[in-house]
């Protein structure tokens, strides 16, 4: 006989899982579904991000600036270092580690709201009354039935055509995170966060990075002005960055890996490389679901269509996060889980898309909330502009990171904030005050008479509102 649930969730990664606490929170009798494994064959909840994407990539990457640090830059502190060592396996070890803890804390968290874990993958069979029958296809077979059904499965690593991943020499993320040893040299197609974010990685660790982006422009989502400025930054570092290029046949061999490649001049070039990352974005991950059974309908790329609450075509069904339009982002997935579970419970869920906040784990790092200059200029929104470097605030220099800006963009006339663009130390803590502006729909003016702590790395922010109005202090 069928398990009967108020609510069942598809997917145990940020959108999941914090839909499935949330519905329960909120009483209803609640299951979560969740394929991951970890290397034991257990439970791995989180998705990918827990598992090959956010929480490991930060691990890495915070390793590799320890590294990078003693290696070049202790000794401006005084510090002297000798026989400095890398031991890649430890160090990946440690982002194992980070990722078991991630594994464990969603379980708990589960099983404190009293939320039922089915490990498997689960998939619609059929509508029956009151509801949907869904399959759990794991150790044993289980078959639930969901008076509400929320799909949060996640997306995957876009391929490119005729070349797959096979995560020894062309690797997604998931490959990129896994490496025992630091390649002599590496090739990244796609500028992509993951890409940029991992190429960063294994650059700091002693790699010989090259980026092949086909678009004419560097992060072309991101703010000209700070896109300029991390470029430069990026390249002072080592990165090599290629634009306009067209990439061609891609062949693999004892060697590594070879990449035929046209440069922006048309120019026929070849990158012989150890490893190669594909990082060109993410589909839509609705594989196995068995949406036909039932008629939920998708999208040409593969996502499930959606109206701007989160429902489904179908009564009763639910998706958010990366298998859904929009931002494939966590924290986006994981307030759209907050919302749909609150609308199931008759309340009013809250996503305001023009304040999530986009962040790329660089160094230095990159984050914005808001409209950038181009949206602007193409909306035909009459701006005001302040910009103000870490070159002047005192925290940077005591850290010795002064690389990068604020910037703050707001209305000409009602200096309402429209946007807020950072590359630098901490660019993505210094975000959140940005956002909590933007939510309450401040000024510049706000930000500007708010006292910031001195010294701290905030106080670029606050320049940066007082240099809307051409007034800053400390440059």
């Avoid at 059904?149 to 990129?176: C, K």
């Avoid at 990165?239 to 035929?260: D, Q, R």
């Avoid at 919302?339 to 999530?356: K, L, P, S």
């Avoid at 002047?392 to 006339?413: C, E, Q």
């Amino acid at each position: 006989m069928s398990k009967q649930f108020d609510v069942i969730v598809i997917g145990g990664g940020p959108g999941g899982y914090i839909a499935a606490i949330r519905a329960a929170q909120l009483g209803m009798n609640v299951a979560c579904i969740d394929e991951w494994k970890n290397a034991k064959g257990g439970s791995a909840l989180g998705g990918t991000c827990t598992n090959v994407g956010c929480i490991p990539s930060k691990a890495l990457l915070q390793s590799s600036e320890h590294f990078d640090h003693a290696s070049h830059h202790f000794a401006d502190h005084g510090i002297s270092v000798s026989g400095l060592s890398l031991d890649v396996a430890k160090m990946v070890a440690r982002k194992d580690m980070v990722i078991k803890q991630n594994n464990d804390g969603i379980q708990y968290l589960l099983k404190k709201n009293k939320v039922a874990f089915f490990h498997g993958r689960g998939s619609f069979v059929k509508a029956v009354e009151g509801g949907y029958e869904i399959k759990v296809a794991g150790a044993s077979e289980e078959m639930l039935v969901g008076k509400q059904i929320i799909v949060a499965t996640g997306s995957n690593a876009r391929a490119l055509p005729g070349t797959p991943f096979d995560e020894d020499l062309i690797l997604s993320n998931e490959g990129a995170l896994a490496l025992g040893a630091v390649p002599k040299t590496m090739g990244l197609i796609g500028s992509g966060v993951i890409g940029l974010e991992m190429g960063s990685v294994w650059r700091r660790l002693g790699s010989e990075v090259t980026i092949l982006e086909g678009s004419p422009t560097f992060l072309g989502a991101v703010d000209e002005q700070i896109a300029k400025e991390a470029h430069k930054a990026f390249v002072k570092q080592g990165l090599k960055i290629e634009l306009g290029v067209k990439v061609g046949e891609i062949k693999t061999g004892k060697k590594g890996v070879s990449v035929a490649w046209t440069n922006a001049k048309g120019e026929a070039q070849t990158l012989e490389v150890d490893k190669l990352i594909i990082s060109i974005g993410r589909v839509a991950n609705t594989i196995g679901l068995n949406t036909e059974s039932v008629g939920l309908a998708l999208d040409e790329r593969g996502a499930i269509v959606v109206d701007e609450q989160c429902r489904a075509n179908l009564p009763g069904i639910w998706a958010v996060g990366d298998v859904v339009r929009g931002p494939m982002l966590a924290h986006k997935a994981e307030e759209e889980g907050v919302a749909v579970a609150e609308r199931i419970a008759g309340q009013h869920g809250h996503v305001n898309f023009n304040t999530i906040p986009w962040v790329i784990y660089t160094s230095p790092e990159i984050a914005w909330v808001g409209r950038n200059e181009q949206q602007l200029k193409a909306d035909g929104v009459a701006y005001r502009s302040g910009t103000f470097p870490f070159l002047a605030n005192g925290r940077a220099r005591a850290l010795g990171d002064t690389t990068g800006m604020v910037k703050m963009l707001a209305d000409a006339t009602t200096d309402e904030i429209l946007g807020v663009h950072i590359v630098g130390p901490m660019a993505s803590e210094l975000i959140a005050e940005c956002v909590v502006a933007m939510e309450f729909r401040a000024s510049s003016e706000d930000i500007a008479r708010i006292c910031h702590a001195h010294p701290s790395l905030s106080e670029a922010t606050k320049e940066a509102a007082l240099a809307v109005d051409k007034r800053t202090l400390n440059f």
